[in-house]
C-alpha cells in the first residue's frame, strides 16, 4: 500500500512540475512574440523636484500588453525573463527605447530632463551582455550626465569587485548610477562604499512607514542624514501622501516619486506635461 501511495504521489508531483514548466515555456514563447511583435511599450514616472515643483526626470518602466491576456506586470516577467535568459534581449529593447526618446527630447530642448532605466542584476554580471550594453548607450548622442542607471543590492553583491570595475566604466563616461530600493536589502551604506553610486533611492517600505512614529522615523532621519553627509543624491520612491512628502521636506530630501505626483504613464501623456515644465 504504502509502494503504491508513493507511487501514486511521485506521479502527482511530477504532473505537478510538468504544469509549472508548462506554464513557465508557454509564457517565454508569449514573451519572445511580445518583443517581435511590439507588444512592450515604455511607461515613465515623473520624478519631482518638491520645491519648485518642476519635473526634473522620469524613470522609465517596461510594460508588457498582451492582446490575449491584457497587462501582465513586470514583477511577473522581469523574474520570469531573468532565469531563462531573455531579460538581455528585453533590456535592449528597453535601452535601445528610452535612449532614443532621451535623444528625441535632448533636439527639442528638454535637455535637462533626466532618464533613469532600471538595469537587471543579470547583466551586470554578465561581461558579454554588460558590454554589448555599452556599445547600445555609446550608440546615442545623449548627455551622460543626465542618464541614470538604477541597480539593486543583489546587483552588487554577488560579485562587488566585477560590479565595482563595471560601474566604473559608466561612471568614467559620465553616466550616474542609483541604488534601487533602498533599505530592502541587508547591505549597509558602509560596504557600499567602494561602489561608485550618486543616487540612493529610498524604498517605498520606508516612505510608507513615515505614518507610523517612533524609531521607524529616527531611522529615516538617520539614514537620509548619512546620505547628505556622503554626498548622495537622494530619491523618495512610492510617495503616496501629503504627510509623507511634508516629513521629507523637513528632512531636506527634495527630490521623489510617487502616486501622489503621478503614476508611471504612457509617452503621450508625459510629453505635454515635460513641456509645460511642471506637474499639477
Ligand atoms: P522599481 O524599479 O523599484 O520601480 C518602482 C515601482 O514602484 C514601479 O512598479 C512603480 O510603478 C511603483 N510605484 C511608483 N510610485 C508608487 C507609489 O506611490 N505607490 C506604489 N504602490 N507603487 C509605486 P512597476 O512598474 O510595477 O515595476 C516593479 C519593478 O519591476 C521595478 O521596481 C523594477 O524592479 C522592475 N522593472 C520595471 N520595469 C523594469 C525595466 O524596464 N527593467 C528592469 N530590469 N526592471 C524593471
Ligand atoms: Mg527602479
Ligand atoms: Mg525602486
Ligand atoms: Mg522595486
Known sequence: LAKKEGKGKYVFYKNDFLKANIKTVNMANRLKNALDSEHLTLYYQPQVNFITGEIIGVEALVRWIDPERGFVPPIEF???AEETGQIYKVERWIFKTALEQKQKWEQNGLKHIKVAINLSS?????DVNFRKLESLLEAY????STIVLEITETAIITDIHSAIRRLEILTKKGINIALDDFGTGYSSLSYLRNVPLNV???DRSFINSIQENGRELLIIKAILSLCKDLNYEVVAEGIETKEQLQF??????TIGQGYLFSKPIPIEILEPQLKSLTIK
Open 248 to 253: 521629507l521636506q523637513k528632512q531636506q530630501c
Open 141 to 144: 548622442n545623449v548627455d551622460y
Open 200 to 202: 540612493i533611492k529610498l
Open 78 to 80: 522581469i523574474p520570469l
Open 122 to 126: 543579470k547583466t551586470l554580471t554578465s
